[in-house]
C-alpha cells in the first residue's frame, strides 16, 4: 500500500515537472525544487550507481527510483530515506546506501538493459521535491566517477536533446544553486 501511495505522490511530482517545463504558471500541489535542489547520478570506480543531491534550501527526507514507461505510468524500483534530512550536497551508493541514507525498498540485484530511469528526492510531507534524472544502463556505462548526470535544462549548453547535462560535481553544484 505504502508504494501506491507513494507511486500517486511521485506521478504527481513528475506530473508537475513536466508541466512547469512546459508552462511557468503551472500550479502543483507539491512545489517543485528545480531550483532549490536538484537529482542527478553518478557511478563509482567500479561502475555501481551513486545518487546525488544538491539541495539549495529546505531538506530532503528521501529518495525515488522508478521506471518510466511501465504499462502503468511508472513503477517503483527503488526507496531510500534519510536522517538527518538531506541538506546541501549529498551522495550515496544506490545499492547499499550509507552516509545517512537507509534503503527502504532495495533496487533489483541488475537494472535491465533498455529501460529508462527517474531518481528524485522528496520531504515526507510533500512540501518540496528535487528536479528529477532520467538515466538507462548505456548512460551509467558512460560516466566517469565524479561525472554527474541530471537535467540542466532544454536551452542549457552543453545538455543534449532532452536537457540532460553530463559534467563535473562542481559544475553540477553550480547549475543546482546558481
Not at 48 to 58: E, I, W
Not at 110 to 124: N, V
Not at 132 to 150: M, S
Request: proline share 6%.
Amino acid at each position: 500500500m505504502r508504494g501506491r501511495v507513494r507511486g500517486r505522490a511521485r506521478r504527481a511530482v513528475v506530473t508537475c515537472v513536466g508541466a512547469v517545463a512546459l508552462a511557468s504558471s503551472a500550479a502543483c500541489t507539491v512545489p517543485v525544487a528545480g531550483i532549490t535542489g536538484i537529482t542527478g547520478v553518478t557511478v563509482t570506480e567500479d561502475g555501481r550507481p551513486v545518487g546525488v543531491l544538491m539541495v539549495c534550501h529546505d531538506h530532503i527526507d528521501g529518495a525515488t527510483l522508478y521506471e518510466d514507461g511501465a504499462q502503468d505510468g511508472s513503477e517503483t524500483v527503488a526507496e531510500w530515506s534519510r536522517t538527518p534530512p538531506a541538506e546541501g550536497l549529498v551522495t550515496w551508493p544506490l545499492t547499499t546506501g550509507g552516509g545517512g541514507w537507509s534503503v527502504d525498498d532495495p533496487m533489483p540485484a541488475a537494472l535491465e538493459k533498455g529501460r529508462t530511469y527517474s531518481l528524485y528526492g522528496w520531504t515526507s510531507d510533500n512540501s518540496w521535491s528535487t528536479a528529477h534524472v532520467t538515466f538507462t544502463l548505456a548512460d551509467l556505462a558512460g560516466l566517469r566517477p565524479g561525472r554527474v548526470r541530471y537535467f540542466a535544462g532544454d536551452d542549457a549548453p552543453g545538455a543534449d536533446r532532452d536537457g540532460r547535462r553530463t559534467a563535473s560535481m562542481e559544475e553540477f553544484r553550480a547549475d543546482a544553486c546558481p
